[in-house]
């Protein structure tokens, strides 16, 4: 059966990646448009909350050297892919990689190969930077955002290998931010308490815009890795990718390590959910 993306312009894929960083996979096309968002007038300006200022990971959280998280990656009934998460520590900086990809009969029909690049400081949980290859059929995408704490601004750049296009873009940024990919492991090291909503400033392409953990109930979730007693928690933002990519959940194991064990993402079109198939720490 065809993806569903194949019929509306892909955003299936850029849901993939919300649902990564922000289930949070997370930002590979742009913000899809509902049919009731095209009929309705445009929505009265919202006032964005004020940028918090960044809290650094908590004293004692302690991420593994090294950590392989694979995901198998579901639409409706149907497993369309697969996503793997590698993290490992050098120094002080939590490196993280991530590929998502088609496989099987959707492989073929509309192939894709995506990688992202990221990293935070393990003492304040700023963002060393967020980059992503990109590449969805005949689409092929590469950019890279980069921050310059010191004079307060934020780099984007991106280059269509396709077309041999390229944009570049800078902006202001605080002094401390996360971005898409590594916000998802910065919520580990915080304290996940139902009812609570932890917040933090995300670098979302030369905009900062503040996300909210909001952390709604305990739940038992079931796994090919296993069964988890798990903190369901859901991002929320006034504006942005992680608004414009429908409701987004993260759930973390109720435990220190508070490890994503499922990630989902439902939007107009169908849900689409990340759950662990394996964790590998060598």
Same mark, same amino acid.
């Given at each position: 059966m065809?993806?569903?993306?194949?019929?509306?312009?892909?955003p299936?894929?850029?849901?993939m990646?919300?649902?990564?960083?922000?289930?949070?996979?997370?930002?590979?096309?742009?913000?899809? /448009?509902?049919?009731?968002?095209? !009929?309705?007038?445009?929505?009265?300006?919202?006032?964005?909350?004020p940028?918090?200022?960044? /809290?650094?990971?908590?004293?004692?959280?302690?991420y593994?050297q090294?950590?392989?998280?694979?995901?198998?990656?579901?639409w409706?009934?149907?497993?369309?892919?697969?996503?793997?998460?590698?993290?490992?520590?050098?120094?002080?900086?939590?490196?993280?990689?991530?590929?998502?990809?088609t496989?099987?009969?959707?492989?073929?029909?509309?192939?894709?190969?995506?990688?992202?690049?990221s990293?935070?400081?393990?003492k304040?949980?700023?963002?060393?930077?967020?980059?992503?290859?990109? /590449?969805?059929?005949?689409?092929k995408?590469?950019?890279?955002?980069?921050?310059?704490?010191?004079?307060?601004?934020?780099?984007?750049?991106?280059?269509? !290998?396709?077309?041999?296009t390229?944009?570049?873009?800078?902006?202001?940024?605080?002094?401390?931010?996360?971005?898409?990919?590594?916000?998802?492991?910065?919520?580990q090291?915080?304290?996940?308490?139902?009812?609570?909503?932890?917040?933090?400033?995300?670098?979302d392409?030369?905009?900062?815009v503040?996300v909210?953990?909001?952390?709604?109930?305990?739940?038992?979730?079931?796994?090919?890795?296993g069964?988890?007693?798990?903190?369901?928690? /859901?991002?929320?933002?006034?504006?942005?990718?992680?608004?414009?990519?429908?409701?987004?959940?993260?759930?973390?194991?109720?435990?220190?390590?508070?490890?994503?064990?499922?990630?989902?993402?439902?939007?107009f079109?169908?849900?689409?959910?990340?759950?662990?198939?394996s964790?590998? !720490?060598?």
């Amino acid at each position: 059966m065809a993806p569903l993306w194949v019929w509306i312009d892909s955003p299936m894929v850029a849901a993939m990646m919300a649902a990564v960083a922000w289930v949070i996979f997370m930002s590979f096309a742009q913000p899809a /448009q509902t049919s009731a968002q095209l !009929l309705s007038k445009p929505a009265a300006p919202v006032v964005q909350r004020p940028i918090p200022v960044l /809290q650094p990971p908590l004293p004692g959280f302690v991420y593994p050297q090294h950590e392989t998280l694979t995901y198998t990656v579901d639409w409706r009934v149907f497993t369309t892919g697969t996503a793997v998460f590698h993290l490992d520590q050098v120094g002080d900086i939590l490196k993280i990689s991530a590929t998502a990809d088609t496989i099987g009969a959707v492989n073929m029909l509309f192939p894709v190969i995506d990688r992202f690049q990221s990293g935070f400081d393990l003492k304040t949980g700023c963002s060393t930077g967020f980059a992503k290859q990109t /590449q969805e059929g005949r689409r092929k995408i590469a950019s890279e955002l980069t921050f310059d704490y010191t004079h307060g601004k934020q780099t984007w750049n991106e280059r269509n !290998l396709v077309k041999g296009t390229a944009t570049h873009s800078v902006a202001n940024t605080p002094a401390c931010v996360t971005d898409l990919l590594s916000g998802l492991f910065y919520t580990q090291s915080q304290t996940l308490t139902t009812g609570q909503i932890v917040y933090f400033p995300l670098a979302d392409a030369v905009r900062t815009v503040t996300v909210g953990m909001k952390v709604e109930d305990h739940e038992e979730i079931k796994t090919p890795s296993g069964t988890f007693q798990t903190i369901k928690v /859901q991002a929320t933002a006034d504006e942005g990718v992680v608004k414009n990519r429908g409701s987004i959940w993260v759930w973390y194991t109720d435990d220190p390590r508070h490890l994503p064990v499922q990630m989902q993402a439902r939007l107009f079109w169908g849900t689409i959910t990340f759950h662990l198939q394996s964790v590998d !720490l060598k």
